[in-house]
C-alpha cells in the first residue's frame, strides 16, 4: 500500500473537507473514494474500522474519522494535518458567513451555485455506495448475503428510523453470527477494485 | 470572556455529544441562559453560519467562540471542537488487533456493506432538496456515472456542478 506524503494527505483533507457540502456523510463518502479508491492509502478494513469508531466517538463524526484515516495512513502528524486541513478553512469561512450572512444569503449567484453543488453531492453518495459495494458482489452466496445486508440497512435507515449508531451496531452482530463464504473471505485485496 | 474557560465549556460540550448539533442544548444553557455570553439571535446566526457553509458539522462552535471572544475565541472554539476525536486513534490500534480473527473480520464486512446502504438513504433527503427541475436531477445522475464508473477526481465533479448551477442562472 503506498503511502503519500504529508503534503499530499493534506491536500486530499483541503479539497475535500472545504467543498464538500452536506455534512458529515458526503464529506466521509468523498474521502473514501479518494483515500481507497484512487490512492490506495487505506484499506477497506481500516476505512470500515474508522468509519464505526468514529460514530462513538464523542464529537463531530467526520472529524474523528479524520483523525483515524489520518492516524491510520501517516501517524499523528497525519492525524493532526488531517483534522486541521478539514476544519481550519471551513472555520474561517464560518467566521466571515457569521459576519456576513444577511448579505450571502439574498445573494442568488451564491445559492445557485450551492445548489449546482448539493445536486452533485447526491450522486457522489451513490457512487461512493457502489464503490464499497462492488467487491462483495462476487460469488452467488456471498453477493447475495452482501445485497441482503446492505438493503437491510437502507432500510432500517430510511423507513424505520433507526439511528446511524444502532444500523451498524446491528450489522455487526450479523456479521457475526452471519459469516462471510470463505471465497470471500480473502478478500477485498484492495488492488483489484 | 477568558480564554481558557470558553475553551473548557466548548470542550465540554462537544464530549458529551456524539454528532455536529447534538452539543447545541449544552452550549444554550452554559452561554446563552447561564452567563448570558450570547443572545438567542447570537446563537442562532452561529448555527447558521455553521451549516451552510462547507466543511464539518460542529462548525457553529467557532462561530459561538467568535461571538464570546473575538478571533482568540473562534481558535478556541476550533481547538475545542477538533480534540475530542484524538480519542479515536488508541480506540483504532486496540480493536484493530483483533481485525484478523474471521468472525471480527466478517463483522467489519458487514459493516462496510451496511455503511453503503446508510449512505444510500442518507443521499436521498440530499437528493431531493437538490432535485429542483430536470437540470438538478442531470447534475444527480452525471455525478454518479462519472463518479462510479470513472477515477476522475471528486473534486472536480463538485465544481463541475457548482459551474452547472451558475450557468443555468447566467442562462435565466
Request: hydrophobic content about 55%; some cysteine.
Amino acid at each position: 500500500m503506498p503511502a503519500p506524503t504529508l503534503r499530499q494527505l493534506t491536500g486530499v483533507f483541503l479539497r475535500i473537507g472545504n467543498t464538500t457540502f452536506g455534512g458529515g456523510l458526503p464529506t466521509i463518502a468523498a474521502l473514501q473514494r479518494e483515500l481507497v479508491e484512487r490512492n490506495d492509502w487505506l484499506s477497506p478494513e481500516d476505512y470500515a474500522l474508522a468509519f464505526s469508531l468514529a460514530r462513538v466517538t464523542p464529537g463531530t463524526n467526520v472529524i474523528a474519522f479524520c483523525a483515524a484515516v489520518g492516524a491510520r495512513i501517516l501517524g499523528f502528524r497525519g492525524a493532526l494535518a488531517a483534522t486541521l486541513a478539514e476544519t481550519a478553512p471551513s472555520a474561517v469561512l464560518a467566521i466571515l458567513m457569521t459576519q456576513g450572512y444577511e448579505t450571502w444569503r439574498s445573494n442568488a449567484w451564491v445559492m445557485a451555485g450551492i445548489a449546482g453543488t448539493i445536486a452533485a453531492v447526491a450522486g457522489m453518495m451513490w457512487a461512493s455506495a457502489w464503490w464499497m459495494l462492488k467487491p462483495y458482489l462476487r460469488g452467488v452466496g456471498g453477493a447475495l448475503r452482501s445485497l441482503v445486508i446492505t438493503m437491510a440497512a437502507f432500510a432500517a435507515f430510511w423507513k424505520l428510523g433507526l439511528g446511524p449508531v444502532s444500523v451498524i451496531g446491528l450489522a455487526a452482530v450479523v456479521g457475526v453470527l452471519w459469516k462471510e463464504p470463505e471465497s470471500e473471505a480473502a478478500l477485498p485485496t484492495d488492488t483489484d477494485l | 470572556m477568558n480564554l481558557f474557560l470558553l475553551y473548557l465549556l466548548l470542550f465540554k460540550a462537544v464530549i458529551t455529544s456524539f454528532s455536529g448539533l447534538a452539543s447545541l442544548p449544552i452550549v444554550r444553557n452554559d452561554f446563552v441562559v447561564k452567563r448570558h455570553v450570547l443572545t438567542d439571535r447570537q446563537l442562532n446566526t452561529a448555527i447558521v453560519a455553521g451549516q451552510t457553509g462547507p466543511g464539518p458539522n460542529g462548525l457553529y462552535l467557532v462561530s459561538v467562540g467568535y461571538f464570546a471572544a473575538g478571533l482568540p475565541g473562534a481558535a478556541a472554539g476550533l481547538i475545542a471542537l477538533i480534540t475530542p476525536a484524538f480519542v479515536i486513534i488508541p480506540l483504532m490500534s486496540w480493536i484493530g488487533k483483533y481485525a484478523e480473527i474471521p468472525r471480527i473480520r466478517s463483522a467489519i464486512h458487514a459493516v462496510i456493506l451496511a455503511s453503503a446502504g446508510l449512505l444510500m438513504a442518507a443521499a436521498i433527503p440530499l437528493a431531493r432538496d437538490a432535485a429542483a427541475g430536470p437540470l438538478a436531477i442531470a447534475i444527480i445522475v452525471v455525478s454518479f456515472v462519472v463518479l462510479a464508473f470513472t477515477r476522475i477526481e471528486t473534486w472536480w465533479v463538485m465544481l463541475g456542478g457548482a459551474l452547472v448551477g451558475l450557468g443555468a442562472k447566467l442562462l435565466g
